[in-house]
């Protein structure tokens, strides 16, 4: 069992493409192509956890943040980051991270929050929009085969396996000269064209653009949308309970999915309140609040609500912020869900030593 192996199984599930933009997911340290011994999955990666996989013989641990975001300029051990880095490189442990992948992936977090509470996804929250792009690119024709071997190199998903030779055109081009006389004249230059077409996922198109871009100005390109967005996949979810239920045992079904021994929540309503549609957007999700309220949610639950969210919103809809840690925990049973349906009998364990950062007095 190869480590791309483990990788391939868990972005068939949530593919690179579906990331957001900011994001980082994807192998972080590591050789993709090393025997893999065993996965170790956590929520975040620490020193202790790169430690845990060492005693446990797993050279592979599979996170739901990224151990690498903002990029590092040096690896001298001065930053948890760096100092996770080396000793991970090391002890040979490879670092695979998938995050908002994960969150906008069909059946992803979101999706199991409200699965844990038991109400069943309607639909998307908020749609995601990073959808498949295709690739026109158009090139002198002694070139065509050169860009299509930069390109092919540069993104190893698209559709029909190589890029595709699409038409053949002529560009001409008018130079003005004199003939022997000095008589003024118009030369034209006639350079055959290529067109290339493909289909990329949309993760990939940096890499693209950057080849193509390197190629030389005669080569020009556009990138088209397929599909504005894609509602099957995105951040968050809206759902339904079958019967609507009271406000207290709503909050109870909440502490109890994600774990969470308190909850922060806007001003309550009426006692005998309840609740049937609600919103979920597991991790930092208070961006989403107004769709939550269009989408005719009685409850919205999601972590990280600024005060001014609460006061702003907080007489539309009830907002309920069960933290960051707690409204992602379950990525880690995900994680094992996607791995054993793979690899029914390989040795995939849960982090015993990671632990929530944020402690409540």
């Known amino acids: 069992m190869l480590i791309k192996h483990i990788i391939s199984a868990i972005e068939e599930f949530a593919p690179l493409a579906l990331q957001e933009k900011w994001d980082n997911t994807g192998l972080q340290v590591g050789d993709p192509s090393a025997e893999c011994s065993g996965v170790l999955l956590c929520l975040d990666v620490s020193e202790s956890v790169v430690a845990e996989a060492v005693e446990r013989g797993c050279n592979l641990v599979v996170s739901h943040h990224p151990l690498l975001f903002r990029g590092l300029k040096r690896i001298t051990g001065a930053t948890p980051?760096?100092?996770?880095?080396?000793?991970?490189?090391?002890?040979?442990?490879?670092?695979?991270?998938?995050?908002?992948?994960?969150?906008?992936?069909?059946?992803?977090?979101?999706?199991?929050?409200?699965?844990?509470?038991?109400?069943?996804?309607?639909?998307?929250?908020?749609?995601?929009?990073?959808?498949?792009?295709?690739?026109?690119?158009?090139?002198?024709?002694?070139?065509?085969?050169?860009?299509?071997?930069?390109?092919?190199?540069?993104?190893?998903?698209?559709?029909?396996?190589?890029?595709?030779?699409?038409?053949?055109?002529?560009?001409?081009?008018?130079?003005?000269?004199?003939?022997?006389?000095?008589?003024?004249?118009?030369?034209?230059?006639?350079?055959?064209?290529?067109?290339?077409?493909?289909?990329?996922?949309?993760?990939?198109?940096?890499?693209?653009?950057?080849?193509?871009?390197?190629?030389?100005?005669?080569?020009?390109?556009?990138?088209?949308?397929?599909?504005?967005?894609?509602?099957?996949?995105?951040?968050?979810?809206?759902?339904?309970?079958?019967?609507?239920?009271?406000?207290?045992?709503?909050?109870?079904?909440?502490?109890?999915?994600?774990?969470?021994?308190?909850?922060?929540?806007?001003?309550?309503?009426?006692?005998?309140?309840?609740?049937?549609?609600?919103?979920?957007c597991g991790g930092s999700g208070g961006e989403f609040i107004p769709d939550a309220v269009r989408a005719g949610a009685d409850a919205y639950i999601t972590a990280d609500v600024r005060y001014h969210d609460f006061a702003e919103w907080g007489d539309r809809i009830l907002i309920v912020d069960a933290g960051h840690y707690e409204t992602e925990s379950c990525t880690k049973t995900l994680f094992m869900q996607l791995i054993k349906e793979k690899f029914a009998n390989f040795a995939v364990y849960i982090s015993a030593t990671e632990k929530n950062p944020i402690n409540y007095l």
């Open 81 to 280: 980051s760096e100092r996770c880095v080396l000793a991970a490189i090391k002890s040979g442990v490879a670092i695979y991270s998938s995050h908002t992948a994960l969150d906008s992936a069909v059946r992803g977090v979101s999706h199991a929050i409200a699965q844990s509470i038991g109400a069943k996804v309607e639909r998307v929250l908020h749609p995601s929009e990073n959808g498949p792009l295709k690739l026109v690119v158009y090139t002198p024709r002694h070139l065509a085969e050169d860009v299509r071997a930069a390109i092919a190199d540069a993104a190893d998903e698209f559709g029909g396996g190589v890029p595709v030779v699409a038409a053949d055109a002529v560009k001409t081009e008018s130079t003005r000269t004199e003939d022997a006389d000095g008589v003024p004249m118009l030369e034209l230059n006639h350079t055959p064209y290529a067109s290339l077409s493909m289909t990329i996922s949309s993760e990939r198109r940096r890499e693209v653009e950057s080849v193509l871009s390197g190629m030389g100005d005669e080569i020009t390109y556009q990138f088209i949308r397929l599909s504005e967005s894609d509602s099957r996949t995105g951040l968050g979810v809206v759902a339904r309970f079958d019967k609507p239920i009271a406000l207290d045992a709503f909050m109870d079904r909440v502490k109890s999915a994600c774990g969470a021994d308190v909850l922060r929540c806007s001003e309550l309503p009426f006692p005998d309140a309840e609740v049937q549609r609600v919103a979920v």
